[in-house]
């Protein structure tokens, strides 16, 4: 009676498979989804979401050497602003490769994101007193919302 290494005896095997459920069939394969070619408006959409998850990127990095180099009435308050603004830049970025493979999932996040830009870029330009700032970021979420809004970007997510 010579058992292999690692096999069980078969009482318990049988025992195994009455109180556990024996081993599943494999999966079936998954069906191939086809994959269209993203629609030029929507390349487009994906490149402006591109460079404002850049943009993004780069103020979470100058707020946080602000952060580290001055001395800030509230650190966590600091902090937590670098983190926000990090997230957003990272979601963005997240969302740019979405929009790049028309994914359904893509499009919702980044219609969010462009109104919170806007009504920064609004307040920024008008009544903080930052046009500099503000309008270059209005246009660029103009620009978005418009490509995205377009007939050919609205197709090419209504199956998803």
């Not at 806007?118 to 903080?128: D, H, K, N, T, V």
């Not at 978005?144 to 997510?157: D, K, M, V």
Request: proline share 8%; hydrophobic share 55%.
């Amino acid at each position: 009676m010579t058992e292999e290494a690692g096999a069980q005896p078969p009482r318990q095997r049988r025992l195994a498979e009455r109180l556990l459920g024996g081993a599943a069939e494999p999966a079936a394969p998954r069906p191939a989804r086809p994959r269209t070619e993203a629609p030029v408006a929507v390349r487009r959409a994906a490149l402006v979401v591109a460079v404002e998850a850049a943009a993004l990127g780069v103020v979470a990095l100058v707020l946080l050497y602000l952060t580290i180099t001055s001395t800030p009435d509230s650190m966590g308050r600091a902090l937590a602003e670098v983190v926000y603004v990090g997230f957003f830049a990272v979601l963005l970025a997240a969302a740019t490769v979405g929009l790049w493979r028309v994914s359904g999932w893509a499009r919702g996040p980044v219609i969010v994101l462009q109104v919170l830009l806007g009504l920064f870029g609004y307040f920024s330009a008008f009544e903080w007193g930052g046009p500099l700032v503000g309008v270059p970021l209005l246009v660029l979420v103009a620009l978005e919302l418009w490509l995205l809004a377009t007939p050919e970007a609205r197709l090419a997510f209504a199956d998803r």
